[in-house]
């Protein structure tokens, strides 16, 4: 089990300030001393018990029907975000589990509002719906290229403070019918330095294996660092609020990331206090019924 002050640190209470720059990208609150490998091997053992109670929990969640979970992950390029959900939903039943991949919109979506392709790919209850990228783009990757919002066919007005205030207000309610209608939401920002970015972007390229994983784009985006940091402060502090946390996970060592993420999803199904459903008298009855009948052929 991971300490629960590491697990308090990582999550972002209502209303904190944020300030990604002063925040580990290794461990929480600088906690990493000496043997490195000994932690390794210790994160190692312990997302591997958590990735076998997952897959027991999701069991549950699906036999429950009536929450779902609705795991949101953002970063930067290259912080991981596609094996996170590789490795921490290696158990789950793929049928109860559906991962959806947002990219720049397309003019389908581009005509509806910025949650509508997002609403229709919430997972149904039972399930846990994985979010690769999100609405939040529409309040990170749109805050650094503003020019952007103009394809987004808006009506008239600012787009100053109070607009991307407007839009945080928006996902707060979102997130909040969400949560009271039984779909909990986790959001993790895997965060990532921009050296260990440099040292992944520069083994896509000496790799012929994984070029096609490199994209001009990303070093691209990579040059506006400082703005997406300024846009992710802003977001996760205007955003995570009682009922759809964020998690700022410390994403340099994989094996670290996997092993927090995978611990606070398992934590969060604990809460949901999930519950196999009973049998009704009526239904006991039926199922006596079917037993009887099965026994009773002839052939
Ligand atoms: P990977 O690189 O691991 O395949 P990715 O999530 O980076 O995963 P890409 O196809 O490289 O996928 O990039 C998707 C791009 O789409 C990102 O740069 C992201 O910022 C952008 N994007 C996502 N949503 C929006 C949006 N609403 N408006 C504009 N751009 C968006
Ligand atoms: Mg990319």
Not at 25 to 46: F, I, Q, V
Not at 96 to 107: D, E, I, L, N, Y
Not at 118 to 147: K, W
Not at 240 to 269: F, G, M, N, Q, Y
């Amino acid at each position: 089990m991971i300490d629960k002050q590491v697990l308090k640190a990582v999550r972002i209470k209502p209303g904190e300030n944020v300030r990604l720059r002063e925040i580990d990208t290794r461990w929480p609150n600088g906690g990493l001393k000496g043997d490195l490998d000994h932690y390794r091997s210790l994160a190692t053992e312990l997302l591997r018990d958590n990735l076998e109670q997952l897959a027991q929990k999701q069991e549950l969640l699906y036999a429950d029907d009536r929450h779902a979970l609705l795991i949101i992950l953002q970063a930067m390029d290259a912080a991981g975000k596609d094996s996170t959900i590789k490795h921490v939903m290696s158990g789950v039943n793929p049928q109860g589990c559906q991962v959806f991949s947002f990219k720049r919109p397309s003019a389908e979506e581009l005509d509806h509002t910025f949650l509508w392709r997002c609403m229709r790919a919430l997972p149904e209850r039972g399930r846990i719906g994985i979010f690769n990228r999100s609405y939040y783009e529409d309040v990170l990757v749109t805050r650094v290229h503003p020019q952007w919002l103009e394809q987004q066919q808006l009506p008239d007005g600012k787009r100053g403070k109070r607009f991307w205030r407007d839009r945080y207000e928006d996902i707060n309610g979102f997130e909040r019918h969400l949560a009271r209608n039984g779909t909990a939401v986790l959001k993790f920002y895997l965060h990532l330095s921009r050296d260990e970015q440099k040292k992944r972007f520069l083994d896509r390229l000496d790799e012929p294996d994984k070029h096609w994983k490199f994209s001009l784009a990303d070093l691209a985006e990579r040059a506006h660092w400082d703005d997406y940091l300024d846009a992710y402060d802003d977001a996760i502090a205007a955003t995570s609020t009682a009922w759809a946390p964020w998690h700022v996970i410390p994403a340099d060592h994989k094996w670290a990331c996997r092993a927090l993420v995978a611990e606070i999803i398992c934590k969060t199904l604990d809460g949901l206090n999930l519950r196999y459903p009973r049998a009704t008298e009526q239904d006991r009855a039926a199922l006596a019924a079917a037993r009887r009948q099965l026994t009773q052929e002839s052939r």
